[in-house]
């Protein structure tokens, strides 16, 4: 059995305190990790690669192109896919999209997509299909996709009832305490969020809360973990064609 340890971070364009923000990443020690907020302006490929550095991890894909999101990796973590999807355009908001990648860990086949959703409703809902539109096209309906990110939305929203479309609420299944992810100084809401086809066997899903944390970013990092291997296939409303 192959243990995947997924990490999702706003790490909010790396405005805060670097360091810690790199042994924030390194102490997690994910597999994979999916980064909201990454650097977008100046140098921003530049910063990119430095961050994954910092995390003693790769850059799979991801960048400015697809609303500054991120996958990284290590170097356990064979890339097998990437794409850079940027999400139709609202005029005043900013620009959205995902970083997904088809990977492979130990054998087993998967498939991540990131995102950072708007703060209003509507575009979250349009962008979220559109994401489920891409991954049916691109990823192939034998791997077992796992879709998280920064939601700018709480539990009970339209929007996180959109996203279980995708599959289970991994902090609502196996996390413990509440699961406040914003802010780190005073966290009062979970509006990060990691969903996987039920194919991933779920182990667990907690926040993490540290000193460096707290001024690492302005969110929590979120952390989940699945068993790869040996999943049984269960097809969800909506992916018979994928």
């Known amino acids: ?8 971070y706003n790490v909010r364009s790396m405005r805060d305190d670097v360091d810690a923000l790199g042994r924030v990443m390194r102490e997690i020690a994910p597999d994979v990790a999916i980064i909201q ?20 991890l790769v850059l799979v894909t991801g960048g400015r192109a697809c609303g500054a999101n991120l996958v990284l990796s290590s170097l356990a973590v064979d890339v097998l896919d990437t794409y850079e999807l940027a999400f139709s355009v609202d005029r005043r908001l900013h620009h959205r999209g995902s970083a997904v990648a088809v990977l492979r860990r130990a054998g087993a086949r998967f498939a991540v997509a990131g995102t950072h959703l708007d703060l209003i409703e509507a575009p979250r809902l349009r962008h979220l299909d559109e994401l489920a539109d891409f991954t049916a096209r691109f990823v192939p309906a034998d791997v077992p996709l796992i879709v998280g990110g920064d939601i700018n939305a709480v539990p009970a929203s339209a929007t996180w009832q959109r996203l279980q479309r995708f599959g289970t609420d991994a902090f609502a299944a196996a996390g413990t305490g509440d699961g406040f992810t914003y802010s780190t100084v005073a966290p009062v809401r979970r509006i990060d969020g990691v969903f996987a086809d039920p194919r991933l066997q779920l182990l667990k899903a907690e926040t993490v809360d540290t000193a460096d944390v707290r001024i690492a970013s302005d969110h929590r990092p ?21």
């Open 37 to 56: 907020e990454a650097p977008r302006f100046l140098r921003w490929r530049y910063q990119c690669a430095a961050l994954a550095r910092r995390a003693g």
């Open 1 to 8: 059995m192959t243990t995947l340890r997924l990490l999702s």
């Open 222 to 242: 979120l952390v989940v973990e699945y068993l790869l291997a040996d999943a049984q296939h269960v097809e969800l409303p909506g992916q018979a064609e994928r």
